[in-house]
């Protein structure tokens, strides 16, 4: 499967501890975005990378959230401190390049308790 | 602030029949829309898109129409069949520079009845 590809597809956590997410974009594709969706809404932006850089952040990104690329391929997500209002599907898409057509990933699903 | 409203929020239809979902956006300098469809437990499939400079593309049983003077576009699916059944997100986004975040809408939840 040549697809976007992320890990894990659930994850529950009690609050406060810290949870990590990985997102693999399909192979070769420039930019990779995160977004979060919470229930019967449609998804919201939160971050993408040109490459391995961070190029625009969006303000529901507070500081317990990071993001890398390192490499330039797969990214991972961090929380920090997680709380029961970070509960939601957090979604990786990649894309070619700019202006190119955004694929998505199965989603992580994170439930902090 | 940019957003997309997206219309309606639940949809019935009979089998065969068609369906006709509408969104509308605020940000003139919008040119490229996409349509997604997400399965239960799963992430947004794209269907179909369309960029600013035509006003209508087609792929077999689902079109989208757009008009750039009154701001809004549709998808429109037709000769629906029960696997249609998902919830349908229209989204929108400014390409150019260093843009290119989806603004979404809020979702059409769609049931083919069969």
């Known amino acids: 499967d040549t697809g976007v590809s992320q890990d894990p597809r659930h994850k529950i956590t009690k609050r406060g501890q810290n949870v990590t997410f990985r997102c693999d974009p399909i192979s070769e594709h420039n930019r990779l975005y995160w977004y979060r969706q919470t229930l019967g809404q449609g998804p919201e932006f939160l971050t993408y990378f040109q490459n391995e850089a961070q190029l625009e952040k969006s303000r529901l990104l507070s500081d317990r959230f990071s993001a890398e690329r390192p490499k330039g391929s797969f990214s991972t997500l961090e929380i920090q401190r997680t709380e029961q209002g970070d509960s939601a599907m957090y979604l990786c898409a990649s894309s070619l390049d700019s202006g190119d057509e955004q694929f998505f990933g199965p989603g992580t699903r994170l439930t902090v308790l | ?114």
């Open chain 2, 1 to 114: 602030g940019e957003n997309v409203e997206q219309h309606p929020s639940t949809l019935s239809v009979q089998e065969g029949d068609s369906a006709v979902i509408k969104c509308t956006y605020s940000d003139s300098a919008s040119n490229y829309f996409p349509w997604y469809k997400q399965e239960l437990g799963k992430g947004p499939q794209l269907i179909i898109d369309i960029r600013s400079n035509v006003g209508e593309k087609k792929d077999q049983r689902i079109a989208v129409t757009l008009n750039k003077t009154a701001k809004h576009f549709s998808l429109h699916i037709t000769e629906t069949q029960p696997e249609d059944s998902a919830v349908y997100f229209c989204a929108e986004t400014r390409y150019g520079g260093s843009q290119g975040n989806l603004i979404f809408g809020k979702g059409t939840k769609l049931s083919v009845k069969p």
